[in-house]
């Protein structure tokens, strides 16, 4: 609990907050309010708020109150001792986050009724998610305790979980298939909704660089797959996801595209992506772009046409023509 801390010495010496804030601007009168919260303080009382006496906490406490003076304000920034430890126990008490990362924990567990049923790569989306909370609570928890270090522990644990559910134990048989002849020309080749980095890019893959007259289609859930398609980024596909690759990686190195520059960084994007690692600086950018393709379009169809342009824009910016420095 908060109060465990007391020991630090913190507990005892605070920043109390003194505010009047205009009543003719409710917009900039909730702009301040929207900050005050952001920076942590706890409310006292209307117009008076309380913070950990931290350098931190004065350079963004005397930067909002000349903001307050422009708006016809004012904020009076006055360090404070707790008066007896029953009070400093009282005031930690306001900076209590366990409810807050028990609350998280409990989602993150949730999660977990999902594995074996939903889409693994579905499932670290919304981990990430979680993760950002996480983050936020965390920098906003003055007084660090078991409660944090147990959510921290939950999400490390289900990540790895989830990492295995995306990256199979099991090893795939090595080499190359035979591109020889038409055994992956003019085919039906067919994945699972919901689609994705991995699925589209994919997707986008063969129709550009193996089959560009492939019929592509989007099975449900449970749907059979056509005996004469050729499935792909599901589980037991003839493509599909390795305990180190994600499928477009596996259909790289299968069809030897894994030489190409460009499309081996475009795979190491799409690895990124479903395995929620954010080394990759474009990752980010291109799940937000992916994230709009889909509010946008219809149904599958207009989405991997979505997703076309991305992937062609990529490969245009990661592609260097030879002889190029």
Known sequence: MAGETAKTGTAAHWLAYVTTLPTDDPAARMRILRTLESLGCAMLRE?????????????????????????????????????????????????????KYDDLIRTVESLKAGFGISDPVSIMRLLNKHKREYKIISTLDFFPSESRERAARALTETEQAVH?????????????????????????????????????????????????????????KNEECPVKA????????????????????????????????????????????????TQVAEAAGVQTLLQGAIRRSENEDQLFAEGELTFDLLYEAYFETPGKA
Do not use: M
């Not at 307050?68 to 008490?93: C, K, M, T, W, Y």
């Not at 048989?173 to 992956?184: H, L, N």
């Not at 994945?191 to 893959?205: Q, V």
């Open 230 to 277: 050729v499935a792909y980024a599901f589980d037991g596909a003839a493509f599909c996801n390795s305990k180190d690759k994600v499928t477009f990686e596996e259909i790289l190195a299968s069809f030897k595209l894994d030489q190409n520059p460009a499309l081996a960084r475009i795979g190491r994007l799409i690895h990124a992506l479903d395995a929620g690692d």
């Open 164 to 220: 295995t559910l995306i990256f199979p134990q099991a090893h795939r048989k090595s080499g190359t298939v035979d591109t020889t002849g038409k055994q992956y020309f003019q085919r039906a080749w067919a994945t699972r909704k919901p689609l994705w980095a991995d699925e589209l890019a994919s997707a986008w893959l063969i129709r550009r660089f193996i089959d560009p007259e492939a019929t592509l289609l989007w099975l449900d």
């Open 47 to 99: 117009g008076v708020f309380l913070l950990p006496d931290t350098p931190a906490a004065r350079q963004g406490l005397s930067s909002l109150t000349e903001h307050i003076a422009r708006i016809n304000g004012s904020a009076h920034l006055l360090p404070v001792n707790s008066l007896d430890e029953a009070q400093a126990r009282q005031f930690l008490g306001l900076f209590d986050r366990t409810h």
